[in-house]
């Protein structure tokens, strides 16, 4: 059986074969080699080196063209893609070529779905299809919703952002309140300020388990804390989410969420553009309240992504943590925790914690004790000690950094 790694606009990407068709589609995980591992241990071919592409069939080369320039936003019919589905159950195996027809653009429910193959009560295993589907995007599991107007589920890396990222390259989203896709539209500048919030990218439940069993003084903090409410925000992209931050940085929220209001306010329908900031006078700028330091370091942000250094957002998903750190950091006024930021609020990665964040060590401070007694007011933990603590939070320090901050919003603990 052989396999190949693939490089797309989503991130790399991978296949495995028989002659009869695919046995499986890998999409991207953290890194290419993540992916690539990935891609291994589901076809269960850990040695095997990859295909050239001069040793590929061409029904395998068309279908990499095709899936890469559907990620790229070009919808391509993939309906004909031929499938190897010999070793998938028989229901699973109708229900995913039923799937394989669902038209681009579109959506079903999943009880729709198990209705089409003749068995209109088993929504439930045709969720378990999908859950299990050997070949994502060539059966385009994505466009499977629930009832009612819930997204379902999808298990690739990246979870419902996935989905969610993948129905928006075929012009599409899900419209709130029936699960079905509205035709993608220009955002107004309320809706690009304030786009929304998305599902976490993994398990926010497990995580929690997994920090109540880790460390039970953090266990007692959660308990009082109650549910975690952590969410991703929605971001056009990099370079609008990078202005953003800079804008409020060293500012309140209402105060920066005004000013930040005022400059998009300058660029009208078009919004927030790299190469009309970089046209754009400091005087406007600085007008809109932007300090003399914001300005240079949105005009340096603006000059970067022109020249094609700043990451998209969909570059970023396929890159570790420590990579888009070193990749951003590198932009006047952008230090490392603003990339942290990023990475937690609008990349929601799990095994984020801010060590330089003032509410992290006041949080901190007021849930572990400092040794057999507690810190005393002004008080904060050092470095090393919050690093070997969060340690016992791998790899969900992320959701560990929440429930910190949320210590600030409560009277410390007796």
């Given at each position: 059986m052989p396999l190949a790694v693939f490089d797309t606009p989503l991130g790399p990407c991978g296949l495995a074969w028989t002659d009869a068709g695919l046995t499986c589609v890998q999409l991207p995980e953290q890194d290419r080699a993540t992916t690539e591992a990935r891609l291994r241990d589901r076809a269960g071919l850990a040695s095997e080196p990859l295909?050239?592409?001069?040793?590929?069939?061409?029904?395998?080369?068309?279908?990499?063209?095709?899936?890469?320039?559907?990620?790229?936003?070009?919808p391509q019919d993939l309906s004909r893609i031929p499938l190897d589905l010999q070793g998938v159950a028989a229901f699973n195996a109708?229900?995913?070529?039923?799937?394989?027809?669902?038209?681009?653009?579109?959506?079903?429910?999943?009880?729709?779905?198990?209705?089409?193959?003749?068995?209109?009560?088993?929504?439930?295993?045709?969720?378990r299809a999908m859950a299990t589907n050997p070949v994502p995007v060539v059966v385009p599991c994505h466009r499977v919703v629930a009832r009612g107007g819930g997204a379902g589920g999808f298990s690739a890396w990246g979870g419902l952002l996935t989905k969610e990222k993948l129905l928006a390259l075929e012009g599409s989203t899900l419209r709130a309140g029936d699960g079905?896709?509205?035709?993608?539209?220009?955002?107004?500048?309320?809706?690009?300020?304030?786009?929304?919030?998305?599902?976490?990218?993994?398990?926010?439940e497990a995580a929690v388990r997994h920090l109540t069993l880790a460390d039970p003084v953090l266990a007692k903090h959660i308990a009082r804390?109650?549910?975690?409410?952590?969410?991703?925000?929605?971001?056009?992209s990099t370079f609008h989410a990078l202005a953003e931050s800079i804008v409020y940085?060293?500012?309140?929220?209402?105060?920066a969420a005004t000013i930040f209001g005022r400059v998009t306010a300058l660029y009208g329908r078009g919004g927030l553009d790299p190469a009309?900031?970089?046209?754009?006078p400091d005087e406007l700028l600085r007008g809109a309240g932007l300090s003399g330091g914001k300005t240079a370091?949105?005009?340096?942000?603006?000059?970067?992504?022109?020249?094609?250094?700043?990451?998209?957002?969909?570059?970023?998903?396929?890159?570790?943590d420590e990579a888009i750190v070193e990749a951003l950091t590198v932009v006047r006024g952008i230090g490392r925790w603003t990339v942290e930021m990023l990475l937690l609020f609008r990349l929601g990665r799990p095994d984020v914690l801010p060590l330089a964040d003032y509410g992290i060590k006041k949080g901190f401070a007021r849930v572990f004790p400092k040794g057999r007694t507690k810190y005393g007011p002004g008080e904060l933990p050092d470095v090393e000690t919050l690093r070997r603590r969060g340690e016992r939070w791998r790899p969900y320090r992320s959701v560990a950094s929440w429930y910190l901050w949320r210590a600030l919003e409560i009277a410390p603990a007796d």
């Open positions: 295909a050239s592409p001069r040793s590929m069939p061409a029904w395998v080369k068309d279908a990499i063209r095709r899936l890469r320039t559907h990620l790229e936003g070009v109708s229900v995913l070529r039923a799937a394989q027809q669902i038209p681009s653009g579109t959506t079903t429910t999943y009880g729709e779905l198990a209705a089409s193959v003749g068995v209109p009560r088993a929504s439930r295993a045709v969720g079905r896709p509205a035709a993608a539209r220009e955002p107004s500048l309320q809706e690009s300020l304030f786009a929304g919030t998305r599902a976490l990218p993994f398990d926010g804390i109650g549910p975690l409410r952590l969410h991703v925000d929605a971001s056009e940085q060293q500012l309140t929220a209402k105060a009309r900031v970089l046209e754009t370091s949105l005009k340096d942000l603006a000059a970067r992504t022109t020249r094609g250094e700043i990451p998209s957002l969909g570059a970023l998903a396929a890159m570790d």
